[in-house]
């Protein structure tokens, strides 16, 4: 029995290992386009930044299943070590038209960084949302996107947008986490602390700073 926990626990790290890696693509491809990329502006004073990757449409069609992926937020300058967040089912899931879509969230406050580590959020209803703008300049967001607490962005296809989340529900996913940093230990504390990023994380860590 001791062999078969230590084979699974090797495999859900795969898993986990894949989704970082797939996290870091996501961020890396985006931010190799500046003029298809989130604007800088934006992206150096959002609290934190969420990456969503291969959220599959079937899991919203079926239900049951979520988009799993890192959460890292802006402290003194730096980026924190991440924790994994989950995207629970959302009204706007049937309307995607690809069998697979990247995601991207910026939190744009304090505010709304604390909604997402509690239990979970509804978007558009316990923390405001938009679809954010695209480009090299900022100043053409509208008023809706400027006072958001949450900006969301979609990649299908290689064509990256803005996309209204509303309905999606996202939570720290807790389990995954004490996989990731081999102790149960809070979101709030990696995220606002002075834990160091996991040797796995590299790659996402080194694709959330933009040159």
Known sequence: APALNVTLSAALSDKLKERIDESATVLAEIHAAPDKDIPQELWDRAACVIVIPSVKKAAFVFGGEYGKGLMSCH??????????MQLQKGSWGLQIGAQSIDLVLLVNNARGMKKLLGNKVTLGAEASVAAGPVG?????????????????????QGLFAGINLSGGVLKPDNDD??????????PEAILTGNTPPPAATAAFMKALVRK
């Open 75 to 84: 402290k003194a300058g730096a980026w924190s070590a991440p924790v994994f």
């Open 136 to 156: 090299r300049d900022a100043r053409a967001a509208t008023d809706a996107q400027m006072n958001a607490e949450i900006l969301s962005y979609s990649r299908t």
């Open 177 to 186: 986490n004490k996989d990731l940093y081999g102790k149960k230990v809070s």
